[in-house]
Nanobody, 127 residues
Framework: QVQLVESGGGLVQSGGSLRLSCAASGRTFSRYVMGWFRQAPGKEREFVAAISSSSGVTSYADSVKGRFTISRDNAQNTVYLQMNSLKPEDTAVYYC????????????????????WGQGTQVTVSS
């Protein structure tokens, strides 16, 4: 069992940057694949980025590739999402997620599924 708490959301102008953080409870954080998802009003939840337990593998949605960077600090039980060059279409509630298993990154990317979810943090990008 792992509990996830996101922070760092807010209001930013188009072209600006934000850094989201997700703090995880438990002693087994380093075993989990971690991901970020987002859900805009009236839309389905969509995959944003994921990172393997050892940070050796990352995956990004095409819409954020080159602008967003996912990273993690296993000593601090925290995963981050650095968001640069933000656009109004990035406006959404952003959720942190955790999953175990060798296919977790693929499951997150292809099916937007995970084992554990945070409560979400709002990101609003004004034009």
């Amino acid at each position: 069992q792992v509990q996830l708490v996101e922070s760092g959301g807010g209001l930013v102008q188009s072209g600006g940057s934000l850094r989201l953080s997700c703090a995880a409870s438990g002693r087994t954080f380093s075993r989990y694949v971690m991901g970020w998802f987002r859900q805009a009003p009236g839309k389905e939840r969509e995959f944003v980025a994921a990172i393997s337990s050892s940070s050796g593998v990352t995956s990004y949605a095409d819409s954020v590739k080159g602008r967003f960077t996912i990273s993690r600090d296993n000593a601090q039980n925290t995963v981050y999402l650095q968001m640069n060059s933000l656009k109004p279409e990035d406006t959404a509630v952003y959720y942190c997620a955790a999953a175990q298993g060798v296919n977790s990154i693929a499951t997150m990317r292809l099916h937007s599924k995970s084992d554990y979810w945070g409560q979400g943090t709002q990101v609003t990008v004004s034009s």
